[in-house]
Structures are given as structure tokens and as C-alpha cells.
């Protein structure tokens, strides 16, 4: 029995930016899940349109620059909702494996809309980045007292989120910082956030494109934790 019906629609959001090399194949095993793709173009100056445009069956939405992953992530959500009722997002660098969808669609509870988090395992081989290792306990550490979850990874970028829900969510963050912010209202309003594990890998050439630069980033990171945590203390009225 299929998983996707008219209760339980799922599509798939890779938002991409200068991944020429990896997104074609993300896309095309996305697709084999059978769920709509949405792929969201966030400014690329390389050729990864040209190497998307060709692919049948999926909607290309695009922005003339480059705006950030998380208004990327935000058009795919306004696009998807028209189709489904949750959207997984994955990341078009090629470290996840586009079948274990499944195993976050699985984690889902009935009766239940949480976020999905796939936690990713094997984070501390040789090939793993260290901004990526580090990063991630910084972040998590921060979510948590910021009035977020208590969760393994904050950072993973293959998820699930319940649509409309999340969209109604008031997030500032329109970069990478998106996706540790949203998690911060998702607790304090009520939506659930659990995790599931996941497959990761990474080129040990080196190819993996990667744009997180640990200065600039620290610096949004720390700007968003320190609004998110003032908030706590001092809640709108």
C-alpha cells in the first residue's frame, strides 16, 4: 500500500545552492520515492540549473539571488502546501540518502503533526568536517536553552515538517539559521519534534560543496540564539 494518499501527502523540498555536481542524482533518487519534488534554486552562479532543467516531473522554483536556505526552504513550503501535507526537506549536497524518507515518515505517531528530525549517525569519522561536529553540539546545546527541544541534532537538514503548522510559524532567520530557529516555536507552540535516525556520508576527496563559513555563521548563530533566549526571559505580550 502506498503511503501517500489524500490524508498523508508527502513531497519532497531540495533547496540548492552552486551544487551542480550533486544535485541531479539527489533529485532523480528523490523521485523514485514517488512524492512531487520541489526544487528551490537560491540564486546559483554555477551551472546547477542547467543540470536540473532537463529532469521530468519536478518544479523548479527559482530566486534571482541568493537569499538564504531557510527562504529557500520557506518557498518550497508555500509551493508544496498546495499539494501535500508534509514537506521533507533534504540537502542537495548529496551527505543523505533520499530513500531513508521512509524511516522518518515511519517515525511519525498517528494522530500526532511533529517535526521529523533524521539524525544523523557516524558523525565523528575522519571525513567529517569538524565545523560539522562542532557545530552540531553548539547547536544543540543552544536550542535547548533557548526553550527548544532536547535533541542529538539540531543542524540535520533531512526532515519533516507538517504543513500548514509550520508555516504559521513566525521564524526571522532566513539563512542557515532557519532550521535550529524553527525548531525553538515549533516547542514553544505546541508542535512536537522528534527524530529518527539516518544514513550520512561524505566525499572523502572532498568534494562536497559546503557553505557554512565558521566566522559569518558564528555570528548569525550567536545573534539568533541570543533573540530566541531574550524572548524566553522576556515574552511578547
Known amino acids: 500500500m502506498s503511503i501517500q494518499n489524500k490524508k498523508n501527502r508527502f513531497a519532497f523540498i531540495i533547496p540548492v ?9 539527489v533529485v532523480k533518487d528523490s523521485q523514485s520515492l514517488g512524492f512531487p519534488v520541489f526544487v528551490v534554486d537560491d540564486g546559483s552562479t554555477d551551472n546547477t540549473y542547467a543540470q536540473i532543467k532537463e529532469i521530468k516531473g519536478i518544479q523548479i522554483l527559482r530566486h534571482e539571488i541568493n537569499q ?5 526552504i520557506l518557498t518550497g513550503f508555500s509551493a508544496a502546501s498546495a499539494v501535500a501535507d508534509w514537506a521533507i526537506t533534504i540537502d542537495a549536497d548529496g551527505q543523505h540518502y533520499p530513500e531513508d524518507a521512509r524511516k522518518l515518515i515511519k517515525a511519525i505517531p498517528k494522530k500526532i ?3 521529523v ?6 558523525m565523528t569519522g575522519k571525513h567529517v568536517p569538524w565545523t560539522s561536529s562542532f557545530g552540531r553540539k553548539f547547536s544543540n ?3 535547548r536553552i533557548s526553550g527548544g527541544p532536547a535533541i ?12 500548514p503548522e509550520t508555516l504559521n510559524l513566525k521564524t526571522k532567520a532566513r539563512r542557515f539559521q532557519f532550521e ?3 525548531l525553538v516555536h515549533a516547542n514553544r ?9 539516518i544514513r550520512v556520508r561524505y566525499n572523502p576527496e572532498g568534494g562536497r560543496i559546503y557553505h557554512f563559513r565558521p566566522f559569518v555563521d558564528f555570528l548569525r548563530n550567536s545573534s539568533t540564539f541570543t533573540r530566541l533566549i531574550f524572548r524566553r526571559i522576556f515574552p511578547p505580550r
Open 141 to 143: 546545546f543552544w536550542v
Open 189 to 197: 507552540r505546541g508542535i512536537p519534534v522528534i527524530e529518527a535516525p
Open 152 to 163: 542529538s541534532d539540531s543542524q540535520s537538514g533531512f526532515r519533516i515538517y507538517p504543513l
Open 180 to 182: 535550529v530557529e524553527i
Open 68 to 72: 538564504g536556505k531557510g527562504a529557500a
Open 17 to 25: 545552492y552552486n551544487h551542480a555536481g550533486t544535485v541531479a542524482q
Open 113 to 115: 503533526r511533529p517535526i
Open 117 to 122: 528530525v533524521g539524525a544523523r549517525k557516524d
